[in-house]
């Protein structure tokens, strides 16, 4: 089928991406599901800093490739399946697309961590499928199973989980990425306890859900840090006690409010420098948490005597070290009972041919989340 897909196809150039158009909205062959795949029309879609991360040219990528990782969308196509099993979804339903496929068998998947999945990491970095396969006819590679800055994707039946399909699309996106993260990073590796006091740097959309998870965790304070003050106002309208700008003395500031430090605190930026940042924050015998993702010759440096003497730990979490075919459809709930108010977290809707210009939106700290929404594409 031809549908029309905005592709990358350098990475690296510079900024406005208005001018120098590092995604090219273009039509494409798309090839049908195999087996174990489905066919799906993208509903919305959501602009994030691991796209950006691509664009720029931090997190290299094999090129061109169909960029977008976090959507929803309905199922108009099942590839073939085994006879015996059946097939896991059906023409018609709302699924979230998770962006790492986890094939259930590694060893990672056996223990509980599909978020590390061995073939679905092999297949991510080589932009393929969880087959290895690729379904653009054209040779595009996929990012990260999904290729959602599309009118169809190809998807490994892996990365798709069932929700609601009273939930607005637009919506359930973010589900994909900003709130499985966020939420995760907060609920399952920071594991936030009422009482607990939190600090959040870095207010993208994955920091916001995870400030709105301490939050429905029971935090009794929680600190937002960001460089943009208009983050930090919504940081505060969500429920942050207090909001701080970004800088050098911004350790003493968490560490005066919480009296020694946070009891939790979670860095969304990538930038080995506010990580640093967020351990000194931590209070002793804490938990410093980190999803971002720096650039992979970035080095951190740390008094290593700190995590003996002061029984300090530092985490990386992945995916918010979820499980998302479990925790997608719960953390569904716990907005639809208004204890993550994932609507806040929208800050625009483009059309698909805007997303140079939402690109630079996202680079400049101007926006929260973006959704390329179908309807308006």
Known sequence: MKVNAAVLVASGVERPYADSRPLRVTELEL???????????????????????????????PLPMVLGHEAAGEVVEVGPTDDISGAEFAVGDHVVLAFVPACGSCRMCLAGR?????????????GTLLSGERRWRGGEHHHLG????????????????????????????????AVLTGAGAAFHSAEVKPGETVAVFGLGGVGLAALLAARAAGASQIVAVDIVQGKLDLAAR???SHALVGGEDVVAAV??????????VIDTTGSEHVLAQAYHATRVGGTTVTVGLPHPD?????????????ERTLKGSYL??????RDIPRFVQLYQAGLLPV??????????DQVNEGFDQLASGEAVRQVIVASTS
């Open 320 to 325: 918010g070290s979820s499980v998302p075919r």
């Open 255 to 264: 560490k005066d409010l919480t009296h020694g430090g946070a009891d939790k």
């Open 146 to 177: 999904v290729s959602a800055f599309a009118e169809y994707a190809v998807v490994s039946s892996k990365s798709a989980v069932r929700v609601d399909p009273s939930l607005p699309l637009e919506l359930a996106a973010l589900f994909g990425c």
């Open 114 to 126: 599909p978020a590390l999945c061995e073939p679905g990491a092999v297949a991510n970095r080589a």
């Open 298 to 310: 970035r080095q951190l440096v740390l008094p290593a005597l700190s995590l003996v003497a002061e």
């Open 343 to 352: 609507p806040e977290l929208v800050s625009g809707r483009l059309r698909l």
């Open 238 to 240: 969500l429920g942050a």
């Open 31 to 61: 090839d049908p599901p195999g087996r174990g795949e489905i066919l799906v029309r993208i509903g919305a879609a959501g602009l994030c800093h691991s796209d950006l991360s691509v664009i720029n040219g931090s997190r290299p990528r």
